[in-house]
């Protein structure tokens, strides 16, 4: 916890080029799923050596912190975090810089926002990522993919690393795989540069939409979600959608958490769920698979303060 004083010297470190710093601030509002509890603070750089000095003092202090961003794939407790969230929501880190077919996209850009513009500007290779509800940041980490991944088109990523250094790294030196890369988890992603093809506006416009559309079909994206619960298992003839309905746990509820009809690889908040309504109803999913077709279902969701410096 924070005592008064190390609260008075964070807020004054914050708030040195005009960030912002909230404490106990409750996480619900930025979460897909609309659960969690609170934060021992929020803070919200406007600057890189505000956001370096602040972390430099975050860990000298103790102090566990975690980057969010739109708050999908990710679970916050319902007891809360005892940490410090970060959030690259600040101007210095939403820019998008086209220089030919080179694409820069700050951090906190959304991932949604960053293939519109893309498309306007007749630049393709992205809009296979339609409708992942995350920002450019939390993609690369996880190295998002719908119908390509995110890392296809990734030429290189800015990072502050657990040193404190800034710097490039190649998108040929990641190990990016299914929902996986290979940054360190000190590591806070600042910026990506993606290499992109060169295409019809309007035609990309028509792909973005049809992809949107083909998700909405099937992904319950109009509802309160985390996103896709668990990975696709490898060396199943089932993907984790069709094996969790096949096990017979399609509309299955607990608490205010239900199982998605539409697509039984989503956890839908149906009205007051809990993170533990959750964690109790993926163990559940899980079971059934496990039992009926002993294969063993990896999350793909996160839960926020596991693994958090």
Known sequence: MLNKKMRNSLRRLCEKDGGEILFDHQLRSHSTIAIGGKAVGWYAPSSLEELRDVRSFLDDSGVRWAVLGKGSNVLIPDEGLDAVVINLSGDVFKGIKVEGRKVTAGAGVYLGGLISECCRQGLGGLEGLVGIPGTVGGAVVMNASYRTSIGERLERVLVLDAGGRVKWVDGEDLDLGYRFSSFDRRDIILEAVFDLEEGSPEELKNKQRRYFLEKMRKQPLDEKTLG????????????????????????????????????????????????????????????KVRGKFGVELEPEVRILGQGSS
């Open 228 to 287: 896709c619960v668990f990975k696709n298992p490898g060396g199943s003839e089932y993907a984790a959608g069709e094996l969790i309905e096949r096990s017979g746990m399609k509309g299955a509820r607990r608490g205010g958490a239900v199982v998605s009809e539409k697509h039984a690889n989503f956890i839908v908040n149906d009205g007051g769920a809990s993170s533990a309504d959750v964690i109790g109803l993926m163990e559940e999913m899980r079971e």
